[in-house]
C-alpha cells in the first residue's frame, strides 16, 4: 500500500509564491521519480514538473520554467514545488504522482499520467488577479 500526501495549496494574488510539498509512504521504497500535474475545471490535467530520484534531474513544462522549482530532500522521500511569480492561469488543483513507469530518457512520456503508478488526492492553488 503506498500512500502520496500533498500540501501546501492556498490562495495568493498574482505575482505571489506558493511552496507544495509532497510525501510518499508505504512499500516504494526510496528511489522513485515523483512529478506534479494540474488540473483546472473542464480542461485535461497536465505535466507540470518532475523530479529523477536517480540523479536531480529535472523536467518542467514550457508554461512554468524560470517560475517554478522542483525540488527533493535528502531523504528524498518528499518532494517540494517551489511556484513563484503565480498568474491566474496556474489556477488548477494541483496532484502529486509518484513512480514513473517508463525510463526517465523517454522524456515525451513523462507528462503522460498514465505513466505514473501512485497519486496524491490533490492541492487546490487559486491565483487571483
Known amino acids: 500500500q503506498v500512500q502520496v500526501v500533498e500540501s501546501g495549496g492556498g490562495s495568493v494574488q498574482t505575482g505571489g509564491s506558493l511552496r507544495l510539498s509532497c510525501a510518499a509512504s508505504?512499500?516504494?521504497?526510496?528511489?522513485?521519480?515523483m512529478g506534479w500535474f494540474r488540473q483546472a475545471p473542464g480542461k485535461e490535467r497536465e505535466g507540470v514538473a518532475a523530479?529523477?530520484?536517480?540523479?536531480?534531474?529535472?523536467y518542467y513544462a514550457d508554461s512554468v520554467k524560470g517560475r517554478f522549482t522542483i525540488s527533493q530532500s535528502n531523504a528524498k522521500n518528499t518532494r517540494y514545488l517551489q511556484m513563484n511569480s503565480l498568474k491566474p492561469e496556474d489556477t488548477a488543483m494541483y496532484y502529486c504522482?509518484?513512480?514513473?513507469?517508463?525510463?526517465?530518457?523517454?522524456?515525451?512520456?513523462?507528462?503522460?499520467?498514465?505513466?505514473?503508478?501512485?497519486w496524491g488526492q490533490g492541492t487546490q492553488v487559486t491565483v487571483s488577479s
Open positions: 508505504g512499500n516504494i521504497g526510496s528511489r522513485y521519480s
Open positions: 504522482a509518484a513512480f514513473l513507469k517508463v525510463d526517465w530518457s523517454d522524456s515525451p512520456a513523462i507528462f503522460d499520467p498514465q505513466r505514473w503508478a501512485y
Open positions: 523530479i529523477y530520484a536517480g540523479d536531480g534531474s529535472t
